[in-house]
T-cell receptor
Framework: QQQVKQSPQSLIVQKGGIPIINCAYE??????FPWYQQFPGKGPALLIA?????SEKKEGRFTISFNKSAKQFSLHIMDSQPGDSATYFC???????????FGTGTRLTVIP | DSGVTQTPKHLITATGQRVTLRCSPR?????VYWYQQSLDQGLQFLIQ???????AKGNILERFSAQQFPDLHSELNLSSLELGDSALYFC???????????FGEGSRLTVL
C-alpha cells in the first residue's frame, strides 16, 4: 500500500519551463513533507521540505505548494535548467515516527 | 558527498546465496536507515536503528536482517537470495530519529 502517491512518473520540459510534480496522501497524521532529488548514480538528497502550518514554501527556484484540505502537495521548479534533470521523490512522515514514506518518484528531463 | 559510505557499490551473486551490505553513517549521526529501491516500487523503508537499537521496521523480509554496531556502522544481511531481491539498497543516516536523512550512494545488488 503506497502511503504517498506521486505523479507523473516522468516529465519532459523545455529549458525555462515550469515542471510540476504532484503528491497526495491519506494519513492526516502526516506533518512533515520533504522532497528529495536524486541524480543518476547518487543517493537522494533533501531539496526542500514543508510542514502543514504553511501553504507555500520557496527556496530559490523550487517551491512547494501545500493543500491541507485536499491532502495534496506539489513541487514547482521555476525557470528549469538541464542541470535540474533528475528523479524527484516526495515523502511524508508524522511526529514521533521513525520512517519516511516515499512516493514512487518522477524522472524529470529538461531539454536545452 | 553526503558523508555516508556504503560498500560494496556493486554486487553480483546467485540465487540462494547470502550477502552483507555495509554502511558507515555520517560522523555524529546516531540513526541509520535502510531502504530498497526498485524500478517500480520507489524507495521502500526496510529498517531503522538508533544508537545500536532497532527503532522501526518496515517492509523487511524475514530473510533479511540488520544490525548496528557500537561504532554506529550498520550491516544489512540478505540471505536465500531470490531474483526479485535485485535492487539498489540505500543506507541513510540522521542526527536524531528522523529529521533530514543523508543517503549514501547505494549498493546495487544483482541476483542471477
Amino acid at each position: 500500500q503506497q502511503q504517498v502517491k506521486q505523479s507523473p512518473q516522468s516529465l519532459i520540459v523545455q529549458k525555462g519551463g515550469i515542471p510540476i510534480i504532484n503528491c497526495a496522501y491519506e494519513n492526516t497524521a502526516f506533518d512533515y513533507f520533504p522532497w528529495y532529488q536524486q541524480f543518476p548514480g547518487k543517493g537522494p538528497a533533501l531539496l526542500i521540505a514543508i510542514r502543514p502550518d504553511v501553504s507555500e514554501k520557496k527556496e530559490g527556484r523550487f517551491t512547494i505548494s501545500f493543500n491541507k484540505s485536499a491532502k495534496q502537495f506539489s513541487l514547482h521548479i521555476m525557470d528549469s535548467q538541464p542541470g535540474d534533470s533528475a528523479t524527484y521523490f516526495c515523502a511524508a512522515s508524522m511526529s514521533g515516527a521513525n520512517n519516511l514514506f516515499f512516493g514512487t518518484g518522477t524522472r524529470l528531463t529538461v531539454i536545452p | 558527498d553526503s558523508g555516508v559510505t556504503q560498500t560494496p557499490k556493486h554486487l553480483i551473486t546467485a540465487t540462494g546465496q547470502r550477502v552483507t551490505l555495509r554502511c558507515s553513517p555520517r560522523s555524529g549521526d546516531l540513526s541509520v536507515y535502510w531502504y530498497q529501491q526498485s524500478l517500480d516500487q520507489g524507495l521502500q523503508f526496510l529498517i531503522q536503528y538508533y544508537n545500536g537499537e532497532e527503532r522501526a521496521k518496515g517492509n523487511i523480509l524475514e530473510r533479511f536482517s540488520a544490525q548496528q554496531f557500537p561504532d554506529l556502522h550498520s550491516e544489512l544481511n540478505l540471505s536465500s537470495l531470490e531474483l526479485g531481491d535485485s535492487a539498489l539498497y540505500f543506507c541513510a543516516s540522521s542526527v536524531e530519529s528522523l529529521g533530514e536523512l543523508f543517503f549514501g550512494e547505494g549498493s546495487r545488488l544483482t541476483v542471477l
